[in-house]
């Protein structure tokens, strides 16, 4: 017996990816999987005429189901009671009490599960409408494709729905569907609301006399916890402290873990170039693929790590509470509290945040939330903060000491994104996006310990499905600009070097670095850099500040080791090489005596890359979650234009200080 776990939904109207990914294999619609033989429906027990609703829609699919009532121990605790025989007659299918964390309650569902795999279809529907059954059959009717009757519903009943959107692709015809649902309502038929009373009438019934529960509501830790984790002032310390551990974990645990990826890269390149000639062939191999593979690897422990966040916090119950915390908040930018914990994560890393807002129920604020995660300061971000803010912004304190300068500046990095991302929400809940603001219903589950076991699935499946989906793209990019970095190879340039380190008489280390530099200035990479120099020149870049950004597209930080090859220093400078901080601050204009690098040239730097797309792996995401490369374009036009207008201003601004 194969067991597919799906998604957790409240129904099968899907709204969000993943109630959609329960409709769709629930009804046999994945290609290359067969449609399932049996439904496992796993019900709260002390929440059941909740759980019942979603229960009679899986009822309509024509398939064998098994109720597991669940977390009965939990219930019992409340005073909560049931008849689980009476409730498995009425219904016509095995109704099985387990506590999920307790093995020995197990066997019993696996068996009920075996002699329903092998059984007959539940013979108890809920009472519907007629005229919903009736419209339903002809859309089904009218459809060249066969639909089930459960999913021809779902397309009469959900506006706007990812069953509405596969009818029309399957050849739906509009028309035809908008007829129906005028039929409906002249019929005094309201739609989704008819099919809820008439649930719900049905549940009611077949619970009569099932459950027990007392007079007087059972007082239990649960809801003494819940006084204080709810609070507004208690509640929201406690959110920024698991907040601030979140964040800490993804942008300082994970260092470690992405520095060792880092060193075994580079041992593995060291130890690939000593058995590989001198070469283009070395180069695609140590610079190329090695490279573009570790670029992508880099990635998996802020994923993995965010991922095992997220099944903890929700395994355990305090999810939904941190959602409902942050709900008044966000409200104000036309966003639920569920935007809240993946855009938080966006200060880490961007790619797992958007991941991560796959628990938004609502289509616009999701792709709302996915647009805007990009804004936040990332950790990619940082090695040019340090790089910049060490070398051109003086550490002068205030306040007695208290307070930086460069910390200052810090700070100011990180809310430039906040700052910019507000309104751009704002203006995309209104505009492109328009629409009712989503109702935030949400359920306060029951307190428990995390499943190790359900973390560990998150974790694997969270970075296997980055590595799979993202770091193919992610590693072509990567082999395009070491394309761009690498040819045309003159052998007039390394003429030119090597009679010039002859004249100084350098030592090999000093050749290779000049060589590198000399090679990346004459590159395609470099003639690109020179191409858009007129464009960048009223920020006061030059051509290798330029040739600096678009050498970072695959990601931010590696423009930190491209400036270290364009001033001969060899690209294994990180941000806080001193050499490299020198190389900056004595950099001159061409010809002139007249430094690059000033102050003003330094923020409008850390302002463009404050708000640039220049990440790969979050476009290639961004475009997979929102189901089209066309977002992935527009958003990286977008922010590359607002960076671009945000750091001309900042620089004007700067110089007109005397900065």
Known sequence: MELLDLPGTYSLAAVSPDEMAVTNVTCG????????????????????PRNLYLISQLLELGLPVVIALNMVDIAQSRGITFDCERLSQRLGIAVVPVVATRKKTIPPLVEALERAASGTPPPVLPDLPPMLIEESAALRDALEESLQPAEALRVLLDRDGHAEQQFFERGGSPARLAEARERLAQAGIDGPAAEVRARYRWINRILEGIISRPETPVRVRADRVDRILTHKLGGAVFLLAVLYVVFESIFRWARPLMETIERAFAWLSAAVATLLPEGVLQSLVVDGIIGGVGG???????????????????????????????????????????????????????????????????????????????????????????????????????LGGLVGRQALVMLAMYLVGVVVAVPAAWLLKRTVFAGPSPGFFLELPSYKWPRLGAVWQRMYFGGRKFVINAGTVIFAVNLVVWALGYFPRSTATWSAVQQQAQAQNWDEQRVQAELAGAYLRDSFLGRMGRAIEPAIEPIGWDWRIGVGVIASFPAREVIVATLGTIFNLGAEQAEGSVSLRTALKQAKRPGTDQPLFTLPVALSIMVFFALCAQCTATLVVLGKEMGSWLWSLASFASMTTIAYLAALGVATAARALGL
């Open 29 to 48: 619609r994945v290609a290359g999987e067969r449609g399932p033989d049996c439904i496992l429906a796993i019900a709260d027990a002390s929440n059941l």
């Open 296 to 398: 992508v690897l880099v990635f998996l422990p802020q994923i993995v790590i965010l991922f095992a966040f997220i099944a903890i916090l929700e395994d355990c119950g305090y999810l939904a509470r941190a959602a409902y915390m942050a709900d008044r908040l966000m409200r104000s930018i036309g966003l639920s509290g569920r935007a809240f914990i993946p855009l938080l994560s966006s200060f880490a890393c961007a790619v797992p945040a958007i991941m991560g807002t796959r628990v938004i129920a609502d289509r616009r604020e999701r792709f709302v939330a996915i647009l805007i995660a990009p804004f936040m300061s990332c950790s990619a971000r940082l090695p040019i903060y340090v790089l910049l803010i060490g070398a051109f912004v003086g550490d002068a304190r205030y």
